[in-house]
């Protein structure tokens, strides 16, 4: 993915807002049965109710932010969990900090 792609990625609010709770997991979402917040990460479920979308909205958010690597993906069960790429976002903050 190119620079031009990540930061076109980042130019939607929502997915901004995604980036910003799965930051602090637990200050944002509560406990989860399955997956822990902060090594599994956040079921998608939950991230569709908080931003108020349905799940195929959510999974193209999700689809754009995995392909530019600033999120991983785990499946458990049936339910797909999401947890920030620290190592991608802070390639990005030199790429920004380059400016």
């Known amino acids: 993915m190119t620079d031009a792609e990540l930061f076109r990625a980042l130019g939607n609010d929502r997915r901004l807002q995604i980036l910003a709770w799965l930051k602090d997991p637990t200050a944002h979402f509560p406990p989860q049965r399955d997956g822990d917040l902060i090594e599994d ?5 939950l991230i569709a109710e908080k931003l108020g979308i349905n799940a195929s909205t959510l999974s193209e ?3 754009v932010l995995q392909g530019c690597g600033l999120v991983i993906a785990k499946r458990i069960k049936q339910w797909t969990f999401y947890r920030r790429n620290g ?12 400016i």
């Open 41 to 45: 990460g956040v079921c998608g479920q």
């Open 61 to 63: 958010h999700m689809r």
């Open 87 to 98: 190592e991608r976002l802070q390639a990005l903050a030199s790429i920004v900090g380059g």
